[in-house]
């Protein structure tokens, strides 16, 4: 709940300066402001043909009906939203979406033609009963019985230490590699390998332009799912170039 649309605007257009070809044909980027500065936003990047995917930052799980307040995925989908982010962790610590809940909203996400971005993770609390692979795992199998045939390949799924966002602690890369591989693990054993392969697996805990590049150079991590850092154009633009660093197309 950052950047009203005026400031939406501001930042998509600086960070569409800041973005060279190269970098954006190395790494796809997307960019979820609030709801009230998604239409400015689409109209902007369309208008200026910046290299950036429009995404939210969550939805309702019913296409429409007597839901005050709440916005459809079918009025996402119209606005060329490309990626619905679901069960950040925010949205299940503070708006007390369950794991059914979730699972509602990524059959509503793919149902309207967009891709959901699954954040899955543990609370400082879990992680230090030794509990990170059973929430991991309950959240993620709960999830992909949701998702039928070939959209299990198609989702992306962003791995949240919450242990390590505002706490003072940070995440280790061998943090982000180790969850990650055993989530694309559970996508195999559940979905097959052709899924396990193909599915996308983010990091998203405290991302920064100092840490960007060792987290997303780890075997099993795709990207990262950006959170205060993305409040600047010039952080962020300096976290998508580390991000393409790793793929080898921007420099060493």
């Given amino acids: 709940m950052n950047h009203n649309h005026l400031d939406a605007i501001r930042t998509v257009q600086a960070l569409g300066l800041r973005l060279a070809d190269a970098t954006a044909r190395a790494v796809e980027v997307s960019v979820h402001p609030s709801f009230t500065s998604l239409r400015s936003v689409q109209t902007v990047i369309e208008a200026d043909g910046i290299p950036i995917a429009i995404g939210a930052q969550s939805c309702h799980d019913e296409d429409a009906g007597a839901f005050t307040g709440e916005v459809s995925p079918t009025m996402l989908a119209k606005m060329h939203v490309t990626y619905v982010i679901a069960g950040h962790s925010e949205r299940r610590q503070l708006f007390g979406e369950s794991d059914d809940v979730v699972a509602s909203k990524l059959r509503a996400i793919f149902r ?10 543990e609370t400082l609390a879990e992680r230090e009963e030794g509990a990170t692979k059973d929430r991991l795992a309950t959240q993620v199998i709960s999830a992909l019985g949701a998702i039928e045939g070939d959209d299990v390949g198609r989702l992306v799924i962003a791995y949240e230490p919450i242990w390590a966002i505002g706490t003072g602690r940070t995440a280790e890369p061998t943090d982000a590699e180790d969850a990650a591989g055993f989530i694309r693990s559970l ?8 899924a396990a392969a193909t599915v996308r697996i983010q990091y998203g805990g405290s991302v920064t332009p100092d840490n960007a590049q060792s987290l997303v150079a780890c075997a099993n991590v795709d990207g990262a799912l950006v ?16 991000v393409a660093r790793v793929a080898g197309h921007t420099g060493p």
């Fill in 112 to 121: 309207n033609g967009m891709t959901p971005i699954l954040c899955v993770g």
């Fill in 187 to 194: 996508v195999g054993e559940t979905a097959g390998d052709p």
């Fill in 227 to 242: 959170g205060g850092a993305s409040l600047d154009a010039g952080t962020f633009s300096q976290v998508v170039d580390a």
